[in-house]
């Protein structure tokens, strides 16, 4: 049997190559234009005077993608009162050398922790804005930042799946009390000193050449649980691409090492010939079933919370479009629930699960699809489906970065991006989180784009963050507003799509507000604006907005 293994490893091989050399003459891959872009750009100049300080993780942060492991987008505690919302104006500027924006800022400890689209990442000062350090990760980065504290593994398992820079040391870990955690475009991990900005160990979590980390790595009790997609869908639009290999993946590493210490796939079987396309070229299935964002973890239950995209060649997957839950320990499937099969990629579920307790106690996990279509499902029952809502009515569009929820409702912003035709409106709703009834629906405004009005959209795609009495919303025309949680009224409405003086110096200006969305700490609300994957009004800045700009 060896030699049948070793000429199947050539074969895969010889297949990542091709797909490789395909993604090449596509016009280069991301990854690899960010790689050559990162290494050109000059040191950043605006230093901070004080030295860095050790990072502890505290009550008053938003770390990660969720702000909790429930991702429920909530901050109970943000030192602004929905009162004062209206009187939000410009802290501070931060423009990003030479690229667009990405993921959205994490805040922990007083430092603003952020990347940029082609992967240099930053530690800044939460009040000033002054960088402590910057580091020039090897692809893209499209993650929001986790903030880890490292502690001593229980357990220190060999390099299976696994290849890493280097393995800390108990010293290391008491020089280097936290680690800053994203993924980038070539499908690796990596962990910096969160205080000095250097690299503790870097793994590769999926060496398919297609393969990207677009979610925040989850963390809890040591381990940093990481979801992976993939840019294949872009490539196999191209005739002459065999279309498609790559199985989307949740995998748990350990946070001192960075060793994997279970992957899972979202596909059971490794994809095989299946035929051949219009152009006579080879076709291969099963693939496809991304993870394209942040794994929500249950405590009580000890199972993470992951939803998925769709199958790439057409063959009706069980874990595809799906809320599924895998075991912590040893990232067994535990159950999956495909709450509804849509046409044209309608069933896919690109925003985090929510979990949020009701009043009575009992648990509910919160999901919404591109079609519009919300979810609550059951954690105790398998994923059986609670109640059903349409968040869209009758007009075309869905759900794409997330919802937010606090203790009474979810709030779900709509974009039609995704649908066939293009639909340029949004509206962001509130449901009862215990029914799913509408409790209001406020449509998004339509103001003149400072662009024209070619691409002028007021589609509501950017994830929706809330606090007591207000929730976040940005729209793709570059506007950011906050909503009363009682009735929907528009509390705060500002233009990011504009030019901005900056505190470090570089030319910058706002675009359309996609990806990730606001966060909020002692009463600073943080934005990037320009998120550039998509839109032809890219954005080069970070906004921080505060009662009165103080």
Known sequence: MQPQVHARSRAVAALHAAIAAAAVAAGGTSAAAAEAAASELPPEKNLCAAPASPVALGSAQWNGWGQDLDNTRYQPEPAIRAADVPKLSLKWAFGYQGSTVSGQPTIVDGRVFVASAIGRVYSLDSQTGCTYWSYDAQAGVRSAISIGELGVSKKAPGPKHSSHKRTLTHLDVQKAP????????RGAVYALDAKKGTLLWKSQVDSHPTARIEAAPAVYQNRVYVAVASSEPGLSADAAYPCCTFRGSLAALDIVSGHVLWKTYTVSGEPRPDGTGKAGVQEFAPSGVPIQAAPSIDTTRGLVYVTTGNSYTGIDLPLADAVVAFDLADGQLRWAKQPSRLPAGASEIDSSPILRTLASGKQVILAGQRSGLIYSLDPDHGGDILWQSNAAGGNAGGVEWGAAADHHSLYVALSGLAAVPE?????LTALDIKTGAKRWETAAPTPKCTWGEQSCSHAEAQAVTVIPGAAFSGSMDGHLRAYSTI??????????????ATVNGVKASGGSLDQGGATIVNGVVYVNSGYGQRTAHPGNVLLAFSVDGK
């Not at 936290?178 to 475009?185: I, M």
């Not at 009735?487 to 901005?500: H, N, P, S, V």
């Open 178 to 185: 936290s680690a800053v955690l994203f993924g980038d475009d």
């Open 423 to 427: 639909n340029p409106s949004g509206s």
């Open 487 to 500: 009735d929907g009224k528009i509390l705060w409405d500002t233009e990011t799509a504009k030019d901005f």
